[in-house]
């Protein structure tokens, strides 16, 4: 069994924590983009087996858990990895930014932490595009939720609160789904996790109807594009006559 602990960085009130309010007019909390973003990351490991997960933030954000008391859950937990889903500050208003991962600062080139860091980066890369312009975007850095905890643990930092590059992008709902999709496909591939199958006795696939199949889909079960396409194929079902539904769904057609 593999164990995931997963965190929310900070609290809805957490001083300081928010995005620019020039750029955003809201002032959208962090904790509510790295919340959103663990929620999905959650949705979407429902669809797989081999796993157990913990959440170290206050999932209501109210409080802002002290991170000594995150890493000792993590811990106790016995977890086998540690993500942290952060946001970012310090463009002050001005463009760029990107994504971070940050590791902590002792941590070796090739270390199972530094795969880890190198895995994640990539692929939230690869399905948001949000490289930036960060000169050292792979961080050894000496913080807290890297350093007491005893199992390989990544800060993922989703771009910048205070950018006018990052901030309309990261607050937008397929950018938070598109860095869960990426942070549960490194976590299904490195944590050996089973897509799960439903079959009966004979070991044939319980086939389920196309509007299960099609809200799934929308809570993120089947990832997205091509592996949604591959994914929906190898279990049976058509690919076009569920995404139809989908979309029909998505409009707010009941049919």
């Not at 954000?61 to 890493?71: A, C, E, S, V």
């Not at 463009?95 to 980066?121: C, N």
Request: glycine share 10%; charged share 25%; with cysteine.
């Amino acid at each position: 069994m593999f164990k995931i602990a997963l965190n929310a960085g900070h609290g809805i009130n957490t001083s300081g924590k928010r995005c620019l309010k020039s750029i955003d007019a809201n002032e959208t909390r962090e904790w509510v983009l790295n919340s959103r973003i663990c929620r999905k990351i959650e949705e979407k490991l429902s669809g797989y087996s081999g796993y157990s997960l913990i959440r170290l933030d206050d999932t209501s954000g109210n409080r802002d858990i002290p991170l000594k008391q995150r890493t000792d859950k993590a811990n106790k937990f016995g977890a086998d990895f540690y993500l942290s889903i952060h946001h970012n500050a310090g463009i002050n208003g001005r463009s760029g930014g990107g994504v971070i991962a940050i590791v902590y600062k002792s941590i070796k080139d090739g270390s199972p932490t530094y795969e880890w860091q190198k895995a994640l980066y990539n692929s939230v890369i690869d399905k948001t595009g949000l490289k930036g312009n960060r000169a050292v975007p792979l961080q050894k850095q000496n913080l807290h939720e890297v350093r007491e905890s005893n199992m390989p643990a990544v800060i993922l930092e989703c771009g910048f609160m205070d950018s006018t590059t990052d901030t309309p992008i990261i607050l937008s709902e397929d950018f938070a789904d598109k860095v869960a999709t990426a942070c549960v496909e490194v976590l299904v591939k490195k944590g050996g996790l089973t897509y799960k199958s439903q079959t009966v006795k004979n070991d044939t696939p319980i086939k389920k109807s196309v509007e299960e199949v099609a809200r799934e889909v929308i809570r993120g079960l089947y990832g997205n594009g091509n592996e949604r396409k591959q994914r929906l194929s190898a279990l049976g079902y058509s690919y076009s006559e569920v995404q139809s539904r989908v979309n029909e769904i998505l409009r707010g057609k009941r049919v």
